[in-house]
């Protein structure tokens, strides 16, 4: 029989062999990169809300950033999870903390960085640009001297003031910058200001300027005023296997027609209101005489099965398509009544039958009643309505968020104007977008409060003369 002393000497030596041969050594760390990515059917992806990158619209998901992303996912089998970041800083916390495999947003690329993450996916080179009115009569600036004695608007302790310091220094003085303060005026707001004439300069990075360009035929945005940027989507640095993925896909489809068609859609489709637009002139349908539309007894058919206006839904038609059957918007609107794909499938149609304008108003009219119906809580039909539509042009999403922020900023959230109307107007900035009470993020809101005004007053014409 041992004695107690050696099995106490027996049970210390073991211990130690163990501790020798696991707790003692550094345990290699569980692999998660893209094998186990594919293993899992999700890539989840970090990105922020912006014109740009991610956005809803219509209550469905859009983006640049977005769109590569799901066709990368659709290419490889996987859904697509999107988590969002509030600033540039928290996308890369995020991203180091786990909470997704790769940031879709452009990261500059920064050699203290790279050994942390790896720079992979969508790579660009840009520059920060002059944005300057381009109306009929403007004379154009050619060249960043021209800017010498010039009023540049940019907002304050930003990249574009710090730029335009720079520049002016170079220059050896005199342009004007303008310090524009408040962190309620974005960028894109200023590009706003220079389209409709308030201010004649403001600067921003080339993508914003592409973008707004689109909805803002009058601007010019082509004079580069600083030197080129990299940037770059990144993923960790444990995840070379994913980031060899990114870079093959975009090698392989960067000139294919989908890659080409994402771009085409947000920096070079026009964005303008069909009212604005002079090309939507050029075939617009014949009216018959003492008719609205080509369609009145179509759209008297359907709001007899309704509480609807049929002058309504003839008003609605005329600025989602100017009558014409075929039309689809750059975010892919389609038909008479302008309905998103997913729309009309929910409305009891198939996708493809939106070009038929019975059906079209058929379903526009359900979707319509259905909104009705979810503001019931809002008395005045009046009033009511003006919810509805813009529910119908933006999704009823941004229009329950700006309720919210009514609810909590003291205003009423079952009144339009000066209410509702103003925190839909507040959503295009990052302090309401990223509330807590929003769930739907950014949102561009100057066509829809244009298009609830545009509607209302052709409505209200309509009833003039019919």
């Known amino acids: 029989m041992a004695h107690p002393l050696h099995i106490k000497y027996i049970i210390i030596w073991c211990t130690i062999t163990v501790l020798a041969l696991s707790g003692c050594k550094p345990q290699k760390k569980d692999v998660y990169d893209f094998d186990q ?10 990105t922020l809300n912006s014109s740009t990158s991610y956005f809803i619209y219509k209550d469905e998901p859009m983006g640049y950033d977005y769109d590569l992303c799901r066709d990368f996912c659709d290419h490889y089998g996987l859904s697509l999870n999107i988590k969002i970041a509030k600033n540039q ?48 009569g403007d004379t154009l600036l050619r060249d960043v001297p021209d800017l010498i004695g010039k009023e540049v608007y940019v907002r304050h302790k930003t990249k574009y003031h710090t730029r335009l310091e720079n520049l002016n220094a170079e220059l050896g003085g005199g342009i004007l910058i303008k310090d524009v303060e408040g962190d309620s005026i974005t960028t894109e707001d200023l590009i706003a200001m220079v389209a409709d004439g308030e201010i004649r300069y403001t600067v921003s990075d080339e993508n914003i300027a592409k973008l707004n360009k689109t909805y803002f035929r009058n601007i010019d945005v082509s004079i580069p005023i600083s030197f080129e940027q990299l940037s770059s989507w990144v993923v960790r640095k444990n995840t070379p296997k994913l980031a060899n993925a990114l870079d093959e896909w975009f090698s392989k489809n960067g000139n294919t027609p989908v890659y080409k068609s994402i771009t085409k859609k947000y920096f070079e489709l026009s964005k303008a209101d069909l009212d604005d637009d002079i090309s939507s002139s050029l ?19 359907h709001a007899q099965n309704s509480d609807l206006d049929w002058r309504l839904l003839a008003a ?32 009891g149609i198939r996708s493809e039958d939106r070009t038929n304008p019975d059906l079209s108003i058929k379903a526009a009219t359900k979707l319509l009643s259905k909104l009705e119906k979810s503001y019931a809580s809002i ?77 209302l007053a052709r409505w209200h014409k309509y009833q003039e003369q019919k």
């Open 379 to 455: 008395h005045d039909p009046h009033e009511r309505i003006k919810f509805v539509l813009a529910a119908y042009n933006a999704g009823g999403g941004h229009v329950s968020d700006a309720q919210a922020l009514a609810r909590k900023y003291g205003a009423d959230p079952h009144v339009w104007e000066n209410n509702v109307r103003k925190y839909i107007n507040l959503k295009s900035k990052p302090e309401y977008y990223n509330d807590p009470v929003c769930k739907n993020g950014y949102f561009r809101s100057t066509e829809t409060l244009n298009y609830v005004d545009k509607v």
């Open 283 to 301: 075939t617009n349908p014949s009216i018959p005489k003492g008719h609205l539309s080509p369609f009145d007894d179509l759209f008297k058919k």
């Open 89 to 136: 800083t928290q996308l890369l916390e995020m991203l180091e903390n786990g909470e997704g495999d790769l940031v879709a947003y452009g990261i500059p690329v920064q050699n203290s960085l790279k050994d942390s993450i790896i720079y992979c996916g969508l790579g660009q080179i840009s520059h920060q640009v002059l944005v300057q009115s381009a109306n009929k």
């Open 316 to 347: 609605i038609a005329y600025h989602e398509s100017n009558f014409k059957t075929n039309l689809s918007s750059w975010a892919g609107a389609t038909g008479l009544m302008g309905l998103m794909p997913r729309t009309a499938v929910a409305m």
């Open 37 to 46: 990515i594919k293993a899992s059917g999700q890539l989840t992806v970090i």
